[in-house]
């Protein structure tokens, strides 16, 4: 099982900058995979950004360019830094863990205002 923490959320005006920190309850070497989700308002929870244990990573298209997924082994850390913020990236962002089963945080709301 996985305990997982997220935090770094808060309220940003468009074009400005957030890192979301997920703090994991085991190595995250040992995770296949962490991911960041997020879920807006009246809308389905979509995949974000993932890195693997290997260290590959992978974004949505609507997030490249902006957004970087990193980890910190030392910490059990992974990170999203998000920049050139957009309205439309208003959501709560959840950290998962696919560890046998998928596990998840409790999630961190961002908010950006025009």
């Known amino acids: 099982q996985v305990q997982l923490v997220e935090s770094g959320g808060g309220l940003v005006q468009a074009g400005g900058s957030l890192r979301l920190s997920c703090a994991a309850s085991t190595s995250i070497l040992s995770i296949d995979a962490m991911a960041w989700y997020r879920q807006a308002p009246g809308k389905q929870r979509e995949w974000v950004a993932v890195i693997t244990s290997g260290g590959t990573t992978r974004y949505a298209d609507s997030v490249k360019g902006r957004f970087t997924i990193s980890r910190e082994q030392a910490e059990n850390t992974v990170y999203l830094q998000m920049n050139s913020l957009k309205p439309e990236d208003t959501a709560v962002y959840y950290c998962?863990?696919?560890?046998?089963?998928?596990?998840w945080g409790q999630g961190t709301q961002v908010t950006v205002s025009s």
């Open positions: 998962s863990a696919k560890y046998g089963s998928t596990y």
